[in-house]
Structure formats: C-alpha cells, structure tokens
Nanobody, 117 residues
Framework: QVQLVESGGGLVQPGGSLRLSCAAS???????????MGWYRQAPGKQRELVAV???????TYADSVKGRFTISRDNGKNTVYLQMNSLKPEDTAVYYC????????WGQGTQVTVSS
C-alpha cells in the first residue's frame, strides 16, 4: 500500500507563488525504489493534464503552459516531490494531484489551488 499526502495549496493573487509538497509512504519502499513523480491538474470542466514530472535521476519535463514559472524537484531520501509555482495566473486554478510510479501509478487526494484577485 502506498499513500501520497499533498500539502501547500490555497488561494493566491495573480503573480503570487505557492509551493506544493507530496510525501509518499509505504512498506513497498523497502523493496522497490520510487520511480518518476509528478504533478497533474484538473480544472472544472476540463480533463486532467500533466503539469510536470521528474525522474528518479532528476530529469524534469514541463507542460508548455508552465515552463519558466514552475519548478519541480524531489528528495529521494524522503520520497517527496515539490512543485514551486511562481508568477501564478488565474488559468492555473485547478485541483493539483500528485502522481508517483512504483511499478504502478499512485495518486494523491488532490489539493486546490485558486489564483484570483
């Protein structure tokens, strides 16, 4: 069993910043190391989309819409992934979901990010 616990969402004004965190836990890590970790988001009425993903070795991939504004990072020792979000725009408003791959895909419960004045 793998659990992903997200934190850091909230309400922020346009141009502001937020930092999301996602910590993974489970006995599986005694046997299998964490694979890729990432963040997805889903806005009302839209499909879930990739925001950013990072491999265990630290290679990151971003959606075009967040390049230059968001930074994904991870701490392998803590099985934690972070998403630093700067220069936030109203169109970044969505529920953000953490994803982790340990032979299978696991998802967090989601954290709301609202960008509004």
């Amino acid at each position: 069993q793998v659990q992903l616990v997200e934190s850091g969402g909230g309400l922020v004004q346009p141009g502001g910043s937020l930092r999301l965190s996602c910590a993974a836990s489970g006995t599986i890590f005694r046997i299998i190391p964490m694979g890729s970790m990432g963040w997805y988001r889903q806005a009302p009425g839209k499909q879930r989309e990739l925001v950013a993903v990072i491999t265990r070795g630290g290679r990151a991939t971003y959606a075009d819409s967040v390049k230059g504004r968001f930074t994904i990072s991870r701490d392998n020792g803590k099985n934690t992934v972070y998403l630093q979000m700067n220069s936030l725009k109203p169109e970044d408003t969505a529920v953000y979901y953490c994803n982790a791959n340990i032979t299978l895909d696991y998802w967090g419960q989601g954290t709301q990010v609202t960008v509004s004045s």
